[in-house]
T-cell receptor
Framework: GAVVSQHPSWVICKSGTSVKIECRSL??????MFWYRQFPKQSLMLMAT?????????EQGVEKDKFLINHASLTLSTLTVTSAHPEDSSFYIC???????????FGPGTRLTVL | DQQVKQNSPSLSVQEGRISILNCDYT??????FLWYKKYPAEGPTFLIS?????DKNEDGRFTVFLNKSAKHLSLHIVPSQPGDSAVYFC???????????FGTGTRLKVLA
């Protein structure tokens, strides 16, 4: 149980385009989902917390207009990187938590490369 | 300000021996801690957790120890296996907030 999927697993796009990444909880309902970013050989940095049916809460320094998060259902959250630039190239990972539990379950991640 | 630190970026251990990974934190308000294992280009996999009301939790080959007075936790893997080679992250969380603060990770290499 507690499986989280992400799609796509990798994407290459041109500078200036937008990219949407999906995160799904497959076997449980996730009231809260999280989006992380990981640079090579660095820790996972929380970008935003996504709550179903409400606006996402962004961490300090994360541009909410650039990283659009939508959590329209209890099993799906999306992250859209708008007007992507090469510096947005990174490994993006989502996680989902079950209500009443502190444990988060992570998706397999999405490698974004912006040319 | 790094609230959760893993001061050893890498560790090499012989197969069959014990691996000890360390994690220090600065905020005494953290009340739940977790260890995750991560392979390159994959998401982290949950290993084991511990609540601040405990000082030890064991699950098979994995044991986590928590020393609240020292604000220190450690993960013991015994016996270590080559398949354990990965990057290990500790994470701390304020209960109920769901917000994880990750350490910087320790790359474990288990030598056959």
């Amino acid at each position: 149980g507690a499986v989280v999927s992400q799609h796509p697993s990798w994407v290459i796009c041109k500078s200036g385009t937008s990219v949407k990444i999906e995160c799904r909880s497959l076997d449980f309902q996730a009231t809260t989902m999280f989006w992380y970013r990981q640079f090579p050989k660095q820790s996972l940095m929380l970008m935003a917390t996504s709550n179903e049916g409400s606006k996402a809460t962004y961490e300090q320094g994360v541009e909410k207009d650039k990283f659009l998060i939508n959590h329209a259902s209890l099993t799906l959250s999306t992250l859209t990187v708008t007007s992507a630039h090469p510096e947005d190239s990174s490994f993006y990972i989502c996680s989902a938590g079950q209500q009443g539990s502190d444990t988060q379950y992570f998706g397999p991640g999405t490698r974004l490369t912006v040319l | 300000d790094q609230q959760v630190k893993q001061n050893s970026p890498s560790l090499s251990v012989q197969e069959g021996r014990i691996s000890i990974l360390n994690c220090d934190y600065t905020n005494s308000m953290f009340d739940y801690f977790l260890w995750y294992k991560k392979y390159p280009a994959e998401g982290p996999t949950f290993l084991i957790s511990i609540s601040s009301i405990k000082d030890k939790n064991e699950d098979g080959r994995f044991t986590v120890f928590l020393n609240k007075s020292a604000k220190h936790l450690s993960l013991h893997i015994v016996p270590s296996q080559p398949g354990d080679s990965a990057v290990y992250f500790c994470a701390a969380v304020f209960s109920g907030t769901y917000k994880y603060i990750f350490g910087t990770g320790t790359r474990l290499k288990v030598l056959a």
